[in-house]
């Protein structure tokens, strides 16, 4: 089956900063890829569908500023969290549709992002 | 609106019983569906889908869900359940008029007794 990867699996980082989530599909293009977030015994909120070549379209209540999403090849998507603070500690899950009929989502193993 | 229930938000079943999860959704037309499971702290893994066809669909693990049109509902069920099956369920519907988006359930936490 199609294969997509997280990188990072885990992030710690400082109140203020930005991180960066990669999302990549290892054996298959994906023109669109989906951005997960998901709070502790909760289930998946989506968050933006990612569109190579162009802007990502933002879920209601998402911000666009604070949650930047490039999807720059037809293999990467990227999730930049800026100036995070402690409340965008969350487990962050990108997915990308595949198969015959792109009507299967394969999904990456998630990152676990902790803001301090 | 599409939505998906899972009624059950945690389920508490001993080793080596039989096991039914249930799963309803609203939609118009016959959708795509999906049973997905996550193991504490970690991705989500497919154990089985729904496209068409047979209604009773085979996954991994010895799962098995069907669907039935009637009821709007897609159960998963085990005949014999093991500890390493305590996990987070998730039931997923997709549709072709969603941009391939799928509508998640809240999902049932599955607890083992030994």
């Known amino acids: 089956g199609a294969v997509v990867s997280q990188h990072p699996s885990r992030v710690i980082c400082k109140s203020g900063t930005s991180v960066k989530i990669e999302c990549r599909s290892l054996?298959?293009?994906?023109?669109?890829m989906f951005w997960y977030r998901q709070f502790p015994k909760q289930s998946l909120m989506l968050m933006a569908t990612s569109n190579e070549g162009s802007k990502a379209t933002y879920e209601q209540g998402v911000e666009k500023d604070k949650f930047l999403i490039n999807h720059a090849s037809l293999t990467l998507s990227t999730l930049t969290v800026t100036s995070a603070h402690p409340e965008d500690s969350s487990f962050y899950i990108c997915?990308?549709?595949?198969?015959?009929?792109?009507?299967?989502?394969?999904f990456g193993p998630g990152t676990r992002l902790t803001v301090l | 609106a599409q939505s998906v229930t899972q009624p059950d938000i945690h389920i508490t079943v001993s080793e080596g019983a039989s096991l039914e999860l249930r799963c309803n959704y609203s939609?118009?037309?016959?959708?795509?569906l999906f049973w997905y499971v996550q193991s504490p702290g970690q991705g989500l893994q497919l154990l089985l889908k729904?496209?068409?066809?047979d209604t009773l669909v085979q996954g991994i693990k010895g799962f098995e869900a069907e669907f039935k049109r009637s009821q709007s509902s897609f159960n998963l069920r085990k005949p014999s359940v093991h500890w390493s099956d305590a996990a987070e369920y998730f039931c997923a519907v997709g549709t072709m008029d969603s941009n391939y988006q799928l509508i998640w359930g809240a999902g049932t936490k599955l607890i083992i007794k030994p």
């Open positions: 054996d298959f293009q994906a023109t669109t």
């Open positions: 939609y118009g037309a016959t959708p795509y």
């Open positions: 729904y496209f068409s066809g």
């Open positions: 997915s990308a549709p595949a198969g015959s009929s792109y009507n299967e989502q394969f």
